[in-house]
């Protein structure tokens, strides 16, 4: 989807008050005249700002009301299946990570991208455990970060 100024600019309204009604919720340092809120409530107002920006500077430049339109790249054959294709698979990792762990679960998620890009089976197949590999040294080993392990590939660790 393609939106225009007013768009854009009316949805980061929207978003600003919706940060500055979440951060209200958020508690205050004792003793102190800023808490947990206060980058939450300054993101909040910046988006207000600019969302009032844009709506104003689009409706002067003689743009017009809110209006949406499809993207040119959605016109071509297969791209929303693919868009859909990865939005699938996004939410398949996120499933399916704790439960199988991190490592056959990216190379399932990374073959299957490439082959909805075209990509021949036997090198995504290839490419992916590699790359799922040197995600999970990376990330793991490297900088520390916490994958969801499995009880088959403890080897790998």
Not at 33 to 51: C, F, K, Q, R
Not at 74 to 102: H, P, Q, S, W
Not at 128 to 136: G, K, M, N, P, T
Request: hydrophobic share 60%.
């Amino acid at each position: 989807m393609k939106f225009n100024d007013v768009s854009l600019g009316i949805l980061l309204m929207l978003a600003g008050g919706a940060i500055w009604l979440s951060a209200q919720q958020f508690s205050r340092l004792p003793n102190q005249a800023y808490g947990s809120e206060t980058m939450p409530l300054a993101l909040s107002a910046v988006a207000v700002i600019l969302g009032v920006f844009m709506v104003g500077r689009s409706l002067v430049a003689g743009g017009r009301w809110p209006s949406v339109s499809r993207a040119e790249w959605t016109l071509a054959r297969g791209a929303v299946a693919g868009f859909v294709a990865v939005i699938g698979l996004i939410l398949a990792y996120i499933v399916l990570a704790d439960r199988l762990g991190f490592l056959p679960v990216a190379v399932a998620v990374i073959w299957s991208l490439m082959v909805v890009m075209r990509v021949r089976w036997w090198l995504a197949g290839i490419l992916s455990f590699v790359a799922a590999l040197a995600i999970q040294q990376a990330f793991g080993r490297l900088l520390l970060v916490p994958l969801p392990r499995t009880e088959y590939l403890q080897f790998i660790w």
